[in-house]
DNA sequence: TACATATGATCAT
DNA sequence: TGATCCTATGTAA
């Protein structure tokens, strides 16, 4: 369940599990015996979160990890009973006096030198949930494409956290349709995007969830009330009515993903 | 058992 | 645009 929020808040708890410990590394599945290898035993020194790429650094030697649609981490802290075994898929075991943490699914789980590294950051936009992220570069960037926001909104080279379920809330909140031209939407536009997209994805690492909806918008008071089912304005929810105004959200297919929008709240020459 | 599906991303065509 | 890689889960057969 990773977008850049779900990155961040990992690297967040895993800083607070592993850094200044010693850190058993293996890898039950095989598929990173090698590396596990190079780091088993040592020291970890830091964990850096970028979009949605991890950074787990013992010295220069990092392991870089990302989730991709079927990653996840399971963490099981020994103080609760003893962590379960690891299962054929479990690619990375890290083990230290109170945790176990079991990783399973990854696309990426590999050893990565600096240069790697940098040229790796290079090749992605600015990090919605970096401390500066240059909103003009990507406004820039917009200006220089003809495609769809909701596509762009996805293209790494562009800017990087945003997944799925943010394009579709994100440009819900906005009032954008997700077929609007990039150089279509105007300064203003973008910027209510682009803090608003900060803002929800600041907020999902805080819950470590992602929940877009205020709460009056479906008749109760605070965000705890809402059911798992409220959680969203769009996304998924194809065929049902708008929580704002009542019209059917629909649904198709934008750059190889579905993407949901309200016909009435994001009309398509609003920009 | 099989299939569809998923909050990702890249590469080939 | 389609194929591909990675895994778990829910539903259908």
């Given at each position: 369940m990773p977008e850049g929020h779900t990155i961040h808040r990992l690297a967040r708890d895993h800083r607070k599990d592993l850094v200044d410990r010693s850190v058993t590394v293996g890898s039950p599945q095989g598929r990173f015996t090698q590396g596990a290898a190079v780091l088993n035993g040592r020291v970890l020194t830091g964990v850096d979160a970028y979009g949605k790429h991890l950074f787990y650094r013992w010295g220069d030697d990092t392991l870089h990890v990302h989730l991709g649609l079927f990653g996840r981490f399971m963490r099981y802290e020994h103080a609760r009973g003893a962590p379960p075994e690891p299962t054929p898929t479990t690619r990375l075991r890290l083990i230290t006096d109170a945790v176990t943490i079991h990783l399973s699914g990854p696309t990426v789980c590999e050893l990565m030198n600096p240069v790697a590294e940098d040229a790796l950051r290079a090749r992605l936009g600015p990090d919605?949930?970096?401390?500066?992220?240059?909103a003009d570069a990507v406004f820039d960037a917009l200006q220089r494409r003809r495609s769809a926001i909701g596509t762009v909104l996805l293209d790494q080279r562009v800017?990087?956290?945003?997944?799925n379920v943010y394009r579709a809330e994100a440009l819900f909140l906005c009032g954008i349709h997700p077929d609007t031209p990039a150089n279509a939407i105007s300064r203003a536009h973008f910027d209510l995007l682009w803090e608003t997209l900060r803002q929800q994805l600041r907020a999902g690492v805080a819950a470590n969830r992602i929940v877009t909806v205020e709460p009056g918008d479906v008749g109760?008071?605070?965000?705890?009330?809402?059911t798992e089912d409220q959680r969203l304005y769009v996304y998924r929810r194809a065929g049902e009515p708008c929580r704002r105004c009542g019209t059917t959200i629909t649904s198709w297919t934008l750059s190889a993903r579905a993407i949901y929008a309200c016909p009435s709240c994001q009309p398509e020459q609003a920009v």
């Amino acid at each position: 369940m990773p977008e850049g929020h779900t990155i961040h808040r990992l690297a967040r708890d895993h800083r607070k599990d592993l850094v200044d410990r010693s850190v058993t590394v293996g890898s039950p599945q095989g598929r990173f015996t090698q590396g596990a290898a190079v780091l088993n035993g040592r020291v970890l020194t830091g964990v850096d979160a970028y979009g949605k790429h991890l950074f787990y650094r013992w010295g220069d030697d990092t392991l870089h990890v990302h989730l991709g649609l079927f990653g996840r981490f399971m963490r099981y802290e020994h103080a609760r009973g003893a962590p379960p075994e690891p299962t054929p898929t479990t690619r990375l075991r890290l083990i230290t006096d109170a945790v176990t943490i079991h990783l399973s699914g990854p696309t990426v789980c590999e050893l990565m030198n600096p240069v790697a590294e940098d040229a790796l950051r290079a090749r992605l936009g600015p990090d919605l949930l970096g401390r500066r992220p240059n909103a003009d570069a990507v406004f820039d960037a917009l200006q220089r494409r003809r495609s769809a926001i909701g596509t762009v909104l996805l293209d790494q080279r562009v800017l990087v956290g945003v997944g799925n379920v943010y394009r579709a809330e994100a440009l819900f909140l906005c009032g954008i349709h997700p077929d609007t031209p990039a150089n279509a939407i105007s300064r203003a536009h973008f910027d209510l995007l682009w803090e608003t997209l900060r803002q929800q994805l600041r907020a999902g690492v805080a819950a470590n969830r992602i929940v877009t909806v205020e709460p009056g918008d479906v008749g109760v008071t605070t965000r705890r009330q809402l059911t798992e089912d409220q959680r969203l304005y769009v996304y998924r929810r194809a065929g049902e009515p708008c929580r704002r105004c009542g019209t059917t959200i629909t649904s198709w297919t934008l750059s190889a993903r579905a993407i949901y929008a309200c016909p009435s709240c994001q009309p398509e020459q609003a920009v």
